[in-house]
């Protein structure tokens, strides 16, 4: 007989909620992070979709990823979407490993593993630099792209890393609370007077689900405002980035075995993923 995890009016069954509370402890504890604040920021992100986190990096990783970032910070975007006054870095693993730190943050894993999948992937990784003159991005929600009607769990979730402060005036994201429940609504029917600046200082970050309608505001300062991003995705689902392609090898192997496996080095149990029929994490010791 099949085992019940829920009783008739869908509540969820006392012994099955306590094998869940069990399992989150767990993750907390194995990323070392307090339970407590994993499941009060999850709390947080089932009402709004997203929370703004603060002091997650410090000011030596924020500048190293400047330093590091700068050589590369050289093209301007190609459409209104990327921005034309706003510089982004792809494949950025293949450029520096300063973000590393970024994709395998222990707050971060500890939310990702009680929103996603286990064996989740990194489904990009961006720096990016909003020029002053930039106007609004188009509002959009990260995971718009799987055609999976709405309302819905989301496929993905992601981080704002905020490089240098957030502010209304230098194009701090802008976030619509609560639209991660909306169903299928085209962009222009969304209120815009409802969107909210994440303002923040610098070393904190923004999370959110993949269904949160957000947008980068538009920059009216006089100096650049530079970010990183770091986006997840079921592991069922296809990468935004092609890290079979953009990412050497031999960069890969330098990686640690977790960034390893969420760039694509790792398999969803028994079949998505192998490689000639077995787990493609073979590939970067063989």
């Known amino acids: 007989m099949a085992r019940r995890y829920v009783d008739e009016d869908g509540s969820v069954l006392p012994r099955a909620a306590a094998g869940l509370r069990a399992a989150r402890v767990e993750s907390a504890r194995i990323h070392g ?12 992100v089932d009402e709004h979709g997203y929370v703004i986190l603060h002091d997650l990096i410090d000011a030596d990783r924020i500048e190293r990823i400047r330093e590091e970032s700068r050589p590369h910070l050289r093209f301007e ?14 494949s950025v693993i293949e450029k520096t490993f300063a973000c590393n730190p970024l994709v395998e943050h222990p ?3 500890a939310l ?9 992937l990194l489904s990009q990784l961006q720096v990016i630099d909003v020029l002053p003159g930039e106007v609004r991005q188009p509002l959009h929600h990260d995971d718009a792209f799987y055609p999976l009607a709405r ?3 989301p496929v993905g979730a992601a981080v704002i890393w905020a490089l240098d402060d957030f502010t209304a005036e230098n194009g701090a994201t802008l976030v619509y609370p609560g639209s991660h429940r909306f169903g299928d609504v085209p962009a222009t029917d ?23 309608w957000h947008c980068a505001g538009a920059n009216h300062s006089e100096a650049p405002r530079l970010a990183a991003t ?32 969420m760039l694509g080095y790792s398999m969803l149990f028994p079949f998505i993923g192998f490689v000639d029929g077995r787990d493609p994490k073979r590939l970067l010791r063989d």
């Open 151 to 153: 309302p819905r769990k």
């Open 107 to 109: 707050l971060v894993l």
């Open 230 to 261: 770091t986006q997840y995705c079921e592991p069922w689902a296809r990468q935004q980035e092609n890290y079979s392609l953009s990412i050497s090898r031999e960069r890969a192997r330098q990686c640690s075995d977790r960034v390893q496996s």
């Open 190 to 212: 969304l209120d815009t007077g409802q969107l909210i600046p994440a303002v923040m200082p610098a070393g904190s970050a923004l999370f959110f689900i993949g269904t949160l």
């Open 33 to 44: 992070v307090d339970p407590d604040r994993v499941a009060s920021i999850l709390r947080e």
């Open 112 to 120: 990702l593993d009680q929103i996603l999948m286990p064996n989740y």
């Open 77 to 90: 975007g190609r459409n209104e979407f990327e921005g034309h006054r706003t510089r982004r870095i792809y």
